[in-house]
Nanobody, 120 residues
Framework: QVQLAESGGGLVQPGGSLRLSCAVSGSIANINAMGWYRQAPGRQRELVATITSGGITDYVDSVKGRFTISREYAKNILYLQMNSLKPEDTAVYYC??????????????WGQGTQVTVST
């Protein structure tokens, strides 16, 4: 059974940083692609960042230059480093496991989500 468990969310002031972690059951080396989504109240769910098994990353325009997706094979963990956070980054962030196709990333398994709140 595939399990994804996020952690690292919390309250941070604008301009601050957080690092989200996603513990993955099984070896992440065998996973085609993984990604982070977010959903804010009243807004559509948004794909924030993806990483393929080959290490190719992609980001939504609004986080480029501020967020970095990475993985640690030895610990089977996916990360999302978030810097220069803005109030509009406030959302529940979800770790996903899926596949990268020519048409884009498709998720298959989801974690339970972790809340990120950017506010003074």
């Amino acid at each position: 059974q595939v399990q994804l468990a996020e952690s690292g969310g919390g309250l941070v002031q604008p301009g601050g940083s957080l690092r989200l972690s996603c513990a993955v059951s099984g070896s992440i080396a065998n996973i085609n692609a993984m990604g982070w989504y977010r959903q804010a109240p009243g807004r559509q769910r948004e794909l924030v960042a993806t990483i393929t098994s080959g290490g190719i990353t992609d980001y939504v325009d609004s986080v480029k230059g501020r967020f970095t997706i990475s993985r640690e094979y030895a610990k089977n963990i996916l990360y999302l480093q978030m810097n220069s956070l803005k109030p509009e980054d406030t959302a529940v962030y979800y770790c996903t496991r899926g596949s990268q196709y020519s048409s884009g990333y498709e998720s298959e398994y989801w974690g339970q989500g972790t809340q990120v709140t950017v506010s003074t």
